[in-house]
T-cell receptor
C-alpha cells in the first residue's frame, strides 16, 4: 500500500521556537497533501490543504502566519509551527493524495509536538 | 450541514462479539463514506469505504451498511478481537474530491478477552 512518512515522530521544544515537520510520500506522487491537528481523544481537524507548487488553503480559524505550509515537490510537504507556545502542543498528522477523484488519502504516523 | 455524527463515543465488546458503530450525515452531496482505524500514537488507516450506490460492503470481518434515505451508515466488526481495540472514525466526502473528507468524532473500541 501507499506509504507516507512523517518526521519527526516526536519533538519537544521551548516556547518561542519554530518547529518544522516533514511529510513525504514514499512511493507515489502526491499532488495534494493535507495537514491535520488532533487533540487527545478527539477527532482530526483539518488545518490546511496544499497542492504542489501552490499556496496552501487554510481552514477557517487556522492562522496561516503561524502554521507555514510548503509543498515544493510532489513528494514533500512541510509544516512549520512558528513561535510555538504551549497551546500549540498537539498531535499533527499529514496525509497525501494522488489527487485523482476516486483515490483516498494516505496518512502519516503523526508528530507529537510538546512545547514547554 | 457538513457535520458527521458518530455514536457511541466508546464501546466495550467481548472477544468474539459484534461491534457496531453508527454514523449519520446531513449533506446529501456526500457520496463517499470511508471508515478509518487509528491506534494510539499512529495516524489513521483506511479500513473500508462505501459509495451510496450499494447498501452493503463486506471485507473480511468488516461490513459497512448504508441507508441512503436515512442518511446513515454503520460499521459492523464481526468476531471482534482484542487486536481490533482502536479508535474508529467514520468520514464523508464528495465525488469531486474523495481525498478530502469530513471526519466524525470517533469511537473508542475496547475488545476484552
Amino acid at each position: 500500500g501507499a506509504v507516507v512518512s512523517q518526521h519527526p515522530s516526536w519533538v519537544i521544544c521551548k516556547s518561542g521556537t519554530s518547529v518544522k515537520i516533514e511529510c513525504r510520500s514514499l512511493d507515489f506522487q502526491a499532488t495534494t497533501m493535507f495537514w491535520y491537528r488532533q487533540f487527545p481523544k478527539q477527532s482530526l481537524m483539518l488545518m490546511a490543504t496544499s497542492n504542489e507548487g501552490s499556496k496552501a488553503t487554510y481552514e477557517q480559524g487556522v492562522e496561516k502566519d503561524k502554521f507555514l505550509i510548503n509543498h515544493a515537490s510532489l513528494t514533500l510537504s512541510t509544516l512549520t509551527v512558528t513561535s510555538a507556545h504551549p497551546e500549540d502542543s498537539s498531535f499533527y498528522i499529514c496525509s497525501a493524495s494522488r489527487g485523482v477523484s476516486n483515490q483516498p488519502q494516505h496518512f502519516g504516523d503523526g508528530t507529537r509536538l510538546s512545547i514547554l | 450541514q457538513q457535520q458527521v455524527k458518530q455514536s457511541p463515543q466508546s464501546l466495550i465488546v467481548q472477544k468474539g462479539g459484534i461491534s457496531i458503530i453508527n454514523c449519520a450525515y446531513e449533506n446529501t452531496a456526500f457520496d463517499y463514506f470511508p471508515w478509518y482505524q487509528q491506534f494510539p500514537g499512529k495516524g489513521p488507516a483506511l479500513l473500508i469505504a462505501i459509495r451510496p450506490d450499494v447498501s452493503e460492503k463486506k471485507e473480511g470481518r468488516f461490513t459497512i451498511s448504508f441507508n441512503k434515505s436515512a442518511k446513515q451508515f454503520s460499521l459492523h466488526i464481526m468476531d471482534s478481537q482484542p487486536g481490533d481495540s482502536a479508535t474508529y472514525f467514520c468520514a464523508a466526502g464528495m465525488k469531486t474530491s474523495y481525498d478530502k473528507v469530513i471526519f466524525g468524532p470517533g469511537t473508542s473500541l475496547s475488545v476484552i478477552p
